[in-house]
């Protein structure tokens, strides 16, 4: 089972700044299939990402993927108030698929 | 509107069954793996398995198998999870998903079901 490590496990800050959230796998995720999903409080995930630097549809501009092998980056470029949440990232190349335990975004 | 609607939240004690379900519609149903996710209070989400609708193919993660059941009724366009014996362990916001088109991400996931299990 490939091990998802998120860093840091929360990142204080303010609004306008540039969000940089750390996915590192156990093991090389096979043909980039990770995802990333943001969920708020009381609210189901919200898939973000997939394929390691695809957006999902209606996912502003400001929020990219990237990386391969066994380290991947979500960049949110300026935080907006609205982006303050839990964010995940998943890998799907290898059964069984798995999360990372969560990047807590909050308001510095 | 493309939704997956859960059913509506639960109170059981220990040693009691239990079955949930997540209708689709909207969409093809029978065209996509249906996934569960797991999460407990507080906590981060765990995969719990995949269902494919078409020929009821299902991969579950070890950490849940033989723990729980997941089906389908095609017919009605709906997945179910079930347990045969709660443990107050198993209280928790459940989950369901539907995979995207290139791949077991999840694009749409339903609101939830949460599992409350105490004596």
């Known amino acids: 089972e490939i091990v998802l490590t998120q860093s840091p496990g929360t990142l204080s800050l303010s609004p306008g700044e540039r969000a940089t959230l750390s996915c590192r796998a156990s093991q090389s995720v096979i043909g980039s299939y990770l995802a990333w999903y943001q969920q708020k409080p009381g609210q189901a995930p919200r898939l973000l990402i997939y394929g390691a630097s695809s957006k999902a549809a209606g996912i502003p501009d400001r929020f990219s993927g990237s990386g391969s092998g066994t380290d991947f980056t979500l960049t949110i470029s300026r935080v907006e108030p609205g982006d303050f949440a839990v964010y995940y990232c998943?890998?799907?190349?290898?059964?069984?698929?798995?999360f990372g335990q969560g990047t807590k975004l909050e308001i510095k | 509107e493309v939704q997956l609607v859960q059913s509506g939240a639960e109170v059981k004690k220990p040693g009691e069954s239990l079955k949930i379900s997540c209708k689709g519609s909207g969409f093809s149903f029978s065209s996509y793996w249906i996934g569960w996710v797991r999460q407990m209070p507080g906590k981060g989400l765990e995969w719990m398995g995949i269902?494919?609708?078409?020929?009821?193919?299902?991969r579950y993660s070890p950490s849940f198998q033989g723990q729980v059941t997941i089906s389908v009724d095609k017919s009605i366009s709906t997945a179910y999870l079930q347990w045969n014996s709660l443990k107050a362990s198993d209280t928790a916001m459940y989950y369901c998903?539907?995979?995207?088109?290139?791949?077991?991400?999840?694009?749409?996931w339903g609101r939830g079901t949460l599992i409350t299990v105490s004596s």
């Open positions: 998943q890998q799907y190349g290898s059964s069984p698929n798995t």
């Open positions: 269902i494919y609708h078409g020929d009821s193919d299902i």
């Open positions: 998903a539907r995979q995207g088109e290139l791949g077991w991400y999840f694009d749409l």
